[in-house]
Every structure is written in C-alpha cells, then in structure tokens.
C-alpha cells in the first residue's frame, strides 16, 4: 500500500489499518490508502472535513455524504464494509490525535442537512414518544416520499419488507410473491375468512391475500401516501368487494373477530415498552383460534439497546426500536398468544436489501428527479449499511407464529406444521 506524505488524506490514511482495500482522496490534492483499490473516498471540500470532525463517527459520515461534500466513486456497499469496522474500533486516542492535525481550520459549525430531523429530546415537543401524533409524523416522513420513488426501488410487488427467496438466485419479485405465500400459510387462511394487516404498506400483502386465498382483508397504515396507492390499486385489480386499506393507526380499528392477523414490518415502530399493550391489542382483535404472523427485524441479542443509531434515527426511521427476539416472543407470549411457529430469515433480508440496491443504482436519474439528489442518497446509504448489518449478523429478521388459543386450549394447529413453501 502506499501512504501519503502529507496533507489531510495523510492524517486521516494513518488511522486506516495497511490492508484496507480503501483508496483516499482530499481537496488539498492529498491522496492516500490503496491507490488500486476498488472505492474511493474523496473529502471534496473543507465542508465534508468539518462534518467529520464536529460529529465525529456515523452521523458526521452520513450528513458530508448526504450533502455531497464527501463523494463516493465505486460501490457503496463495498465501501461501507470496509470503513464502519474502523470506524467503531476508534479510540480517544485516535480522535485526539485526528483533532489536533486537521482541527485548526476545520473544526467549525456547519448547517445541518434539511433531511436530518432533530435529536429525540427536541422531538418531545411532538409529543411523547410513540404517541399517535408523533408516529404519524415519523412514519409520514419515512413512507411519504413519493410513491414512484418506492415504485423504482421496490419494484412491481411494492414491498418494502424481508423477501423469502425460493432459491439463492431468484428474482426479487418472486421472493416477495414467496413471501407473503409463506405468511397466508402460516396464518392457514382460507376462502371466506376474514384478515386485518396492521401497518399494510401499499397492501401487497392484503392483495396477496384476497387474490389468492379468496379472504376478505382490511389493511391499515399511518401513511396516507400509501393507503392512496393501495387502494387505487386494489379498486384497478378488481378487489374492492373484498379489500380495503384504510389511513388509520392501528390502535383505532375498531372491529373485531377476525381470523388471522399479519404484522408484517410494523414492530420496528411500535417501541419496547409498547409491546404488551400492542399484543395485547392484536389478541382482541382476534377469535378465539385465531392466529399472529409477527414479521419483524430485530437485534442479534436481548442485550443490545434498542433504540436505533443516530444515522437511523434523524434520516430513516425517527423513534424506531429493536428488540431480540427473546424479548418479542417473552412478550407474545404474555400477552395472549401462544408461540406454534419461529424462524429467522436473516440471510434473505441481506439479499432483499442487495436488490433494492442494485434497483436505485438502476434507476438513479429518475429516483433524484422524483426525491432529490439528497433523500437519494439517504435511501442508497441507509440501505447499504442494513444490508451489511445482515450479512454480518448486527440484525436478524424473525417470524413469529402466534395462535389466541381457545377457552377449551385448543389452537387448532397442525400436530406438526408443513406450510408447502
């Protein structure tokens, strides 16, 4: 490898381990890492500096390349495998020594992106913390974006969860048909029956359902921009009789006695704290037998915090939480459902995330022009560092099987289920 001789691609080359496949770049015509090396990282302007520096780790990385002041020339997966491990394992030392050598000149207050929502103690003035206000808000700004942005990076299915791929090399859109297969064989639905899908996207699920397994299904979601989508598409697809999605948080369905709930990517919002009541609430909405797939993405254990990193939290998913999913089932279980089913698809949301990537990269001309350069770049960057988190075994995706079981302790399962998938 070679090294620098001086200048800032040099101080911030001498934090870098030698065998880094990392070439640097900076304004100052310093250049640094691995001059052959598959990514470049180019600190374009003193701007990207100054954001490294007054928020030293993820959140200083994200706001220089959200704003494009630090520039990425190569895959960003590829890049982000490479840096993230340097940067947790920075220490005190580290840093003072970083800031010693570029702070003179560079440490300085810079605006924060539009894009980044305040810290969680300025957005108590929202509310309290998943209040019915302040979810709406979070999940407003994460789902109503554009439903043609979705359209590009999800694909036709229009889902924005774990896929379940058949085969290592299956197309995305057969994955998520897969999927939400999986999920009506889970919950055993049949002609007639009736299914509420709490926090229902742009109704795949719902749709998957109807079409297929003759249902009747009500879909709920906090984003308004998503219930349009859903439901224009429900009306187009013939479905209306049968389906409907509704903009409604789920705490305000009303109706009960159904046959089956799907949770599909709704935990991640629901906070630890919440999950009894949460429960609790699904098990009322259902008959006695009837059944819970919880679909969810949580921690690799029930020792990690729950609350997302800083990056997660102001650009992504504002209040979201995870859990491990010792925790979930605990709370399942205590709740009113009994565990019949568990599996975890770790694995298939890394390749899930791989898709969605190589979608915007397909698709990046038309995703700016609908979105704008930087909520592109907080998508490209979010999605990239979930799919790292995957492969990497930081996050897992579980399903989790519940059934209300009867006053009579009868759950009306299969003595050992085969869901044919």
């Known amino acids: ?37 598959p990514v470049r990282l180019d600190i374009s302007t003193p701007t990207a500096l100054s954001y490294l520096l007054s928020a030293p780790g993820e959140l200083g990385l994200a706001r220089a390349y959200v704003t494009g002041h630090l520039r990425v020339d190569g895959d960003l997966h590829t890049l982000l495998g490479a840096l993230l491990p340097v940067l947790d394992a920075l220490n005190w030392r580290d840093a003072l020594r970083l800031l010693r050598e570029l702070a003179p000149g560079h440490l300085r207050r810079v605006p924060v992106p539009p894009e980044e929502l305040p810290g969680r103690v300025r957005r108590g003035l929202l509310g309290l913390r998943h209040s019915k206000r302040r979810d709406s808000v979070a999940i407003s700004r994460h789902y109503d974006v554009s439903n043609r942005f979705y359209e ?10 774990c896929a379940c791929y058949p085969e290592p090399d299956a197309p995305l859109e057969q994955a998520q048909w897969h999927k939400f297969d999986l999920v009506c064989r889970k919950l055993g639905l049949r002609p007639g029956m009736r299914l509420l899908d709490v926090g229902c996207g742009w109704g795949s699920m ?37 389906a409907e999605v509704r903009h409604l948080d789920y705490r305000d369905v009303t109706e009960t006695g159904f046959d089956a709930v799907s949770s599909i990517g709704l935990t991640e919002h629901i906070g630890a704290r919440n999950l009894p009541a949460y429960f609790r609430f699904l098990a009322s909405r259902l008959r006695p037998r009837g059944r819970l797939l919880n679909h969810c993405s949580t921690r690799s254990t029930t020792r990690a915090p729950h609350r997302a990193g800083p ?111």
Request: glycine share 10%; with cysteine.
């Open 1 to 37: 490898m070679s090294r620098t001789t001086g200048g800032i691609a040099q101080a911030l080359d001498r934090l870098l381990p030698p065998d880094l496949p990392l070439a640097l770049t900076a304004y100052d015509g310093s250049v640094g890492g691995a001059p052959e090396a």
């Open 152 to 161: 590009l990076v999800l694909g036709p299915s229009m889902a924005y969860t």
């Open 206 to 242: 719902v749709i998957h359902a109807v079409r297929h397994y003759g249902v009747t299904a009500l879909g709920v979601t906090l984003s308004r921009e998503q219930a349009q989508w859903a439901q224009k598409e429900i009306v187009a697809q013939g479905l209306a009789d049968r």
């Open 311 to 421: 990056f997660i939290d102001r650009y992504v998913f504002p209040d979201g939480e995870l859990e491990g999913i010792g925790e979930i089932l605990a709370v399942m279980q205590d709740n009113g459902f009994e565990i019949r089913h568990e599996e975890n698809l770790r694995e298939h949301y890394g390749r899930t995330l791989a898709a969605w990537c190589a979608n915007l990269d397909a698709h990046w001309d038309e995703a700016v022009a609908e979105a704008g350069i930087r909520r592109a770049r907080v998508w490209a960057l979010y999605m990239a560092a979930s799919q790292l988190g995957f492969e990497r075994h930081q996050l897992e995706l579980h399903q989790a099987l519940g059934v209300k079981v009867g006053p009579d302790g009868d759950a009306a399962m299969p003595l050992r289920p085969d869901w044919g998938v």
